[in-house]
């Protein structure tokens, strides 16, 4: 057995395979989530329950690492908070996926008037007219969310999760095929 490391040329080929296949994964479980919103949405909310209790169980064990009463004090309480939501999530997670729906709707209003705002602070410069096309399309996504919601709550978690594996895989897949030519190039 051999304790001298493995150059990084034998190693790089083995990545950008992986990565491409992680890629290629990620897109078709994009798909998925397209196809299937609602499981999807349930889905976001049951891993944000369970990001909730260990967020939970992260501040109680900070909590003994603290070594003020104040500072132990604060920290169980924002502890048994994240806990007791995190299990409240898990319990009824239909609810909390329309909560969930109903404050994304809220975030993209407020993130289309910053982005509408900034592109007039920016209006000078080359460029500002897209931020203000996203600000606009981010407050017309906004407005439908809220506008169908409840409704909503069936296929919008789902399907922008969906929309948003498909770009990261797409965009991942693009990066190692790069790199898997440039690394083609060398040999």
């Known amino acids: 057995m051999s304790t001298a490391a493995t150059p990084f040329s034998a190693l790089a080929p083995k990545a950008i395979n992986w990565s491409i296949a992680l890629s290629i994964l990620l897109i078709l479980a994009g798909l998925f989530a397209i196809l299937i919103p609602p499981l999807s949405g349930l889905a976001v ?57 109903l404050i994304l709707a809220v975030y993209l209003f407020f ?16 460029g500002a007219n897209w931020l203000l096309v996203d600000g606009i399309i981010t407050l017309i996504l906004a407005i439908m969310i809220w506008r169908s919601w409840p409704a909503s709550t069936v296929w919008v978690i789902g399907t922008l999760v969906g929309i948003s594996m498909i770009f ?3 965009s991942r897949l693009m990066l190692s095929l790069a790199a898997k030519r440039a690394l083609n190039n060398e040999n």
Do not use: C, N
């Open 45 to 101: 909310t049951l891993i944000f329950a369970w990001a909730m209790i260990f967020s939970g169980i992260t501040h109680f064990v900070f909590a003994f690492k603290t070594h003020t009463t104040g500072g132990v004090l604060w920290e169980i309480i924002v502890g048994a908070v994240y806990l007791v939501t995190g299990v409240y999530l898990l319990m009824h997670p239909l609810d909390a996926l329309i909560a969930l729906t």
């Open 111 to 126: 993130e289309g008037i910053v982005e509408v705002v900034q592109s007039f602070q920016l209006r000078p410069r080359h």
């Open 168 to 170: 990261s895989g797409f």
